[in-house]
């Protein structure tokens, strides 16, 4: 049972239905990911990589536990008076904190998609807060708004995840955020040369290497309507928090499921953490692990631990994470040696993990049957329409 009652067959068959409904997208190429009625008056994008909103920055960590020091890096176009408010991602959306802060222009580095916007080189973040004790493990957007109402729908955003003081305490089931795949994708500061398309930025664009002390732009945290203006990425549609963990948590949340909350990283910078939980998940686009991720998800998995993957592309590339410097670099190159699969790479393929693959018909354009081989297994129960079942 979980720790709000639900047996373990009713939460994954639940959620294996939950999935199976957020992981339809729209077709790669659509410039918005909307509905059909509101896709009409969308207007022709120009895709900004790595552009300025009004307002913007990122946290120098991904995540936290109550009573550690925050610090936000913010910089505007132009010195302007920004409300800042954070706010907790469920269910509902929980404002936990609001002020004005003054936030003045800085330079985006050449290099900075792989070595950060240095923000806080010197001076300090331009502000910081250590994380109140009844702040819940949870999911916290940062909202930086600008004054003027035309730039309001420019409003950066920025993230962090508070992990519980005490992991297992509360809930026996831990998220694992795909933050690595957000920073793979992200292609904020990316370099450029007139003759030729980006040369860095995400590793969509041949990047090697990712900082994660750069802001991620619009479309990363929060739905992107085009009708809404700003300057969306491109990368938007392959990774961010709210096109599928979001859907996830709202779900859990409204079912009374308590959740624990922690990022990639954490997998790295503290091995032991799954040892406290009896029940991990990843959710989405999880493609980029570390081998420390990996050890230590396969040794939790050996020790009898349980892993639920709702996902279409898990531990499909591996990278080196270097924690203290707030960078991630692949291993290999993209489609040779940092394939967790590749002969001459790991040779540990996901599928050894997860039980499928992305490398079997994940990009198909057209529609793929998935075999299921035990129809009447129990994790399907309540799936298919009364009187249909195979």
């Not at 990425?233 to 948590?249: I, T």
């Not at 410097?325 to 692949?330: E, N, R, T, V």
């Not at 490398?359 to 129809?375: D, V």
Request: charged share 20%; with cysteine.
């Amino acid at each position: 049972m979980t720790s709000h009652g639900y047996s373990r067959r009713r939460f994954l068959s639940a959620a294996l239905g939950l999935a199976g409904l957020s992981l339809v997208r729209s077709q790669m190429g659509l410039a918005c990911s909307l509905p059909v009625n509101l896709a009409a008056s969308c207007g022709p994008q120009v895709w900004i990589d790595g552009g300025r909103l009004a307002v913007e920055g990122y946290a120098t960590q991904r995540s936290y536990v109550p009573g550690e020091r925050v610090t936000l890096c913010l910089s505007a176009q132009s010195r302007t008076r920004s409300v800042v408010t954070i706010q907790r991602l469920g269910a509902t959306v929980k404002p936990v904190w609001s002020a004005p802060v003054w936030v003045y222009p800085k330079p985006i580095p050449a290099d900075a998609s792989e070595f950060g916007c240095g923000w806080d080189s010197g001076e300090g973040g331009d502000l910081t807060f250590d994380v109140p004790g009844q702040w819940p493990t949870g999911f916290y957007r940062v909202v930086m708004s600008a004054p003027s109402s035309a730039d309001w729908q420019r409003s950066g955003e920025a993230f962090f995840v508070v992990r519980s003081l005490n992991p297992g305490r509360d809930s026996k089931i831990l998220l694992i955020l795909s933050s690595n795949t957000y920073f793979a994708y992200n292609n904020y500061g990316a370099r450029r040369v007139p003759e030729a398309a980006n040369t860095n930025g995400s590793f969509y664009d041949q990047a090697r290497q990712a900082s994660f002390h750069r802001p991620l732009p619009l479309g990363f945290l929060s739905p992107y309507d085009c009708r809404s203006g700003g300057e969306p990425s491109r990368q938007q549609r392959y990774a961010g928090w709210d096109k599928w963990e979001l859907p996830f948590v709202q779900w859990a949340e409204r079912e009374g499921i308590a959740l624990d909350y922690a990022t990639n990283e954490d997998l790295e910078r503290y091995p032991d953490l799954l040892t406290s939980y009896r029940l991990v998940i990843s959710v989405g686009h999880d493609e980029y692990w570390s081998m420390g991720m990996r050890d230590a998800f396969d040794r939790y998995i050996r020790n009898g631990g349980n892993a639920a993957f709702f996902s279409g592309n898990v531990c499909y590339r591996q990278v080196l994470l270097d924690v203290p410097a707030s960078q991630m670099a692949l291993v290999g190159e993209m489609d040779g040696e940092a394939l967790w699969s590749h002969r001459h790479g790991p040779h540990r393929p996901e599928n050894r993990l997860t039980g499928v693959s992305f490398c079997y018909g994940a990009l198909n354009p057209n529609p793929i049957p998935y075999t299921i081989y035990q129809p009447h297994h129990w994790v399907f129960e309540g799936l298919w329409p009364a009187g249909r079942q195979p």
